[in-house]
């Protein structure tokens, strides 16, 4: 299990970074695999509810790679981390498989309840450096931030955003597969399946809201 997780994610990060060059260099010198390595350990010990020692293992690994993963976040497969320093990601995110963050990428929170108040990130997201992501919104599967954008509410599938507040841009071109840095280079998506993929994202949207609401109406009858 642990070998196959080493496996994938060492393949992914030589799929999506140029610079790397082989698969003892993304190893033994990459903190984002090392952030996602300690951030298992962690993420064990918070289940098993053993919370400070999983705050513990977490702040460790924060030491050691400038990376921040909450322990109780659900990270998907095949993560790829680039750069990492700087990247925070609290407490109820959820992020997809195939999901590329970059450095200083904030997936915060923008209330101080203590329900789920951080970013669920679909599969195939790209989030790229310094953007921040804030509150218990949904980023559809294959959408793109851009660098330093400032993203609040949800994003449907297949978009790419980007500025402050984050707009969308250039709503018919995306690329097919992964690109590095999220820089198209061929063909377009079906656009009747971009915009399947985007009614997909608002419905789940949808849902998490109503089972917020559900959860809140909940605490106020008890
Ligand atoms: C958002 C992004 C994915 C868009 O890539 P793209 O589809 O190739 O878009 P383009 O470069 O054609 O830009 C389209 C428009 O958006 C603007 N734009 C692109 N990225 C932007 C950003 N981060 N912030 C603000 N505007 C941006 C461009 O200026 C252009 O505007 P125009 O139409 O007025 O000329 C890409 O620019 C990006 O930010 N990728 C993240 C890369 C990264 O973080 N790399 C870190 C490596 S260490």
């Not at 064990?44 to 020692?53: A, I, N």
């Not at 993203?151 to 690329?175: C, E, Y």
């Not at 399946?193 to 997909?200: A, F, K, N, T």
Request: charged share 20%; with cysteine.
């Amino acid at each position: 299990m642990a070998f196959m997780f080493l496996r994938e994610s060492i393949r992914a990060y030589r799929e999506r970074d140029p610079a790397a060059r082989s698969s003892l260099e993304v190893f033994f010198c990459y903190p984002g695999l090392h952030a996602v390595l300690w951030h298992r350990a962690a993420h064990r010990l918070w289940q098993l509810g053993l919370r400070s020692s999983a705050r513990f293992v977490s702040n460790m690994g924060r030491w050691l790679t400038g990376i921040e993963i909450h322990p109780a976040v659900k990270l998907g497969r095949r993560l790829v981390i680039d750069h990492g320093m700087g990247l925070v990601i609290g407490e109820t995110a959820e992020v997809g498989d195939d999901v590329t963050l970059y450095h200083q990428v904030t997936l915060g929170g923008t209330s101080l309840s203590h329900g789920k108040r951080h970013p669920t990130v679909g599969d195939g997201v790209i989030i790229g450096a310094g953007a921040k992501v804030l509150g218990a919104i949904t980023i559809g599967a294959g959408a793109r931030i851009g660098a330093n954008a400032v993203v609040t509410q949800s994003v449907p599938a297949g978009l790419t955003m980007v500025g402050i507040p984050a707009r969308p841009i250039d709503r018919h071109r995306r690329a097919p597969a992964f690109d590095p840095y999220g820089t198209p280079c061929g063909e377009m998506i079906d656009p009747l399946v971009r915009d399947i993929e985007s009614l997909r994202a608002e419905l789940s949207d949808l849902e998490s809201r109503v089972s917020r609401m559900a959860v809140a109406r909940r605490e106020t009858a008890d």
